[in-house]
């Protein structure tokens, strides 16, 4: 049976480059931890080495 | 992830660092590969006051056989032990484990003395000491010393290495002819640490007969350790089957594993029998013996 | 010190700067240069999407002080392509639908490449230990070999004959 689609029309049954790779190839994905927008702060957890004690001091 | 504040010297010759772990004390660190410590910093399990890194320290990096022992400089990347022939056509049973250790891009960093030095009861090359019977040269303000692999491991963690000592050289006495050795890690993926290891090198006589054998047994105690009655069993046995089976019961119960979600203390032991069996046999095989 | 300056090469263009000692090779590539296309996949040195290659060697990134690279040549995945051409490396990627969420992507193809300058003919066996460093969460690994493939095919080839 012969395919009615073709690669440059619908393109069904035929493999497909995505349109996205070469963004991605290219290390110019845009993931959450790259965005930088303006004021923006960091967090970082410190986590207490104890399980029930009084906070004397956090050092970072 | 990220480490807490450090300082940071690279010097240029194995004097200064010395020099700078005698002044820093308990505060100072060496850094070699970094492939162990860098990670502890990240999750802030350590800390340290001065890193000194080997890195800029010329001839601390090389593989090469002199009067009867293969001669390891302390900083030679394991990369470098995988893709040197000599290695692998003399010791393999250091190729075995070289390639079992971490990942590809970790080998690329991590250095052979440092695996020893940070003794970590589940790295691997502690157990292929013993095995090879190697010693550690060490180099401190009072000169070189050499110690023998059996004395080097002290606890977890801990080695037979003054706070203000490097280690600069491990030297590996060459097996005589029939000789052959195995390391068989089990692990569930790559880059895991051993959920057990066994290291295995036999010595067979010209009849065929096991003539001498060390074993070393990763992760299953607060150190390394020799299978010493396993040892003592297979000397001047034949190498049959029953034999090397019973070498694994008696290697089983020279480990004291602990039960983590790798496995149960029974499960762990029982895979070091499983493993000591099949090290000896390839080991066996290596040395030329059925 | 608590700080150093140390000049680092990447990506061919030289980079002087004053850093913490415990600034993470990464978080210097990452932060400070702002090539982002090195990730951070995990607190554990397991991943491998903070690969880049050190003076031609893969390694991963986040288990690097920065000063170690002090005097180095580092080549990230900005790196790969030449004047808006793919390197061959990137073209498999695309391809071979060697990639779905990209995440992986840059540390996959920055050992791909140290592999092949190393081994330009692998079996599939040597890719897949090559990789072995490297997770990826989406693939399942099939379609990389077949990446690494296509590019060890395409580079074999004399360069006139290599696609448009």
Redesign the interface.
């Given at each position: 049976m012969a395919l009615k689609t073709s690669a440059d029309v619908c393109g069904m049954g035929h493999s497909m480059k995505r349109k996205e790779d070469p963004r991605f190839l290219q290390g110019q994905g845009r993931y959450v931890d790259d965005l930088q927008l303006p004021g923006m702060l960091y967090m970082d957890i410190v986590r207490s080495p104890l399980a029930h004690a009084r906070i004397t001091a956090i050092n970072t | 992830?990220?480490?807490?504040?450090?300082?940071?010297?690279?010097p240029a010759t194995l004097e200064e660092a010395i020099g700078l772990l005698q002044r820093h004390g308990d505060q100072a660190k060496v850094?070699s590969g970094?492939?162990s410590l860098?990670?502890l910093?990240?999750?802030r399990l350590s800390s340290v006051g001065m890193?000194v890194?080997l890195?800029h320290i010329p001839g601390l990096s090389y593989i090469e056989e002199e009067g009867g022992f293969l001669r390891i400089g302390g900083a030679t990347r394991e990369?470098e032990l995988e893709r040197s022939e000599l290695i692998r056509t003399r010791y393999p049973l250091l190729t075995d484990t070289t390639l079992v250790i971490?990942?590809?891009?970790?080998r690329?960093?991590a250095t052979v003395g440092g695996n020893l030095a940070h003794a970590d009861p589940a790295n691997d090359h502690p157990a292929t000491m013993l095995a090879l019977g190697a010693e550690i040269v060490a180099r401190g303000p009072k000169g070189k010393r050499t110690i023998p692999i059996d004395q080097f491991f002290r606890g977890p963690f801990e080695t037979a290495l003054e706070p203000d000592e490097i280690l600069i050289e491990i030297r590996i006495p060459t097996p005589p002819a029939r000789s052959g050795g195995s390391y068989l890690k089990l692990e569930r993926k790559?880059?895991d640490y051993a959920t057990v290891a066994v290291a295995a090198q036999v010595m067979l006589d010209a009849g065929g007969s096991i003539q001498a054998a060390r074993i070393g047994l990763t992760s299953v105690a607060e150190t390394p350790v020799r299978a010493e009655k396993a040892e003592a069993f297979l000397r001047g046995k034949r190498t049959a089957a029953n034999i090397l089976a019973e070498a694994g019961r008696l290697a089983a119960e020279a480990a004291s594993p602990t039960a983590d979600w790798k496995g149960s203390v029974e499960y762990k032991r029982d895979m070091v029998r499983v493993l000591t069996t099949r090290a000896l046999a390839k080991a066996i095989e290596r040395a030329g013996g059925k | 010190m608590a700080t150093h300056e140390i000049t680092v090469t990447v990506n061919g263009t030289p980079h002087r700067a004053e850093v913490e000692s415990r600034l993470l090779l990464v978080h210097f590539i990452r932060d400070e240069l702002r090539l982002t296309g090195t990730h951070i996949g995990c607190d554990t040195t397991h991943c491998g999407a903070c690969t880049v290659l050190l003076d031609g060697e893969p390694v991963k990134s986040c288990t690097l002080l920065a000063v170690q690279a002090d005097g180095g040549s580092i080549t990230t995945v900005e790196g790969l392509a030449r004047d808006g051409t793919l390197h061959p490396i990137q073209e498999g990627f695309w391809q071979e639908h060697g990639l779905q969420c990209g995440y992986c992507t840059p540390g996959m193809m920055m050992t791909s490449h140290a592999l092949l300058q190393r081994n330009p003919q692998p079996s599939e066996e040597e890719i897949r230990r090559a990789i072995s460093g490297n997770l990826c969460r989406c693939t399942g690994y099939v379609n990389i070999v077949k990446a690494v493939q296509y590019a060890a095919e395409k580079m074999a080839q004399p360069v006139t004959t290599q696609g448009l």
């Open positions: - | 992830m990220i480490p807490p504040r450090f300082d940071y010297e690279a850094l970094g492939q860098l990670p910093l990240k999750l890193l890194d890195g990369c971490a990942d590809p891009l970790v690329n960093r790559v880059g | -």
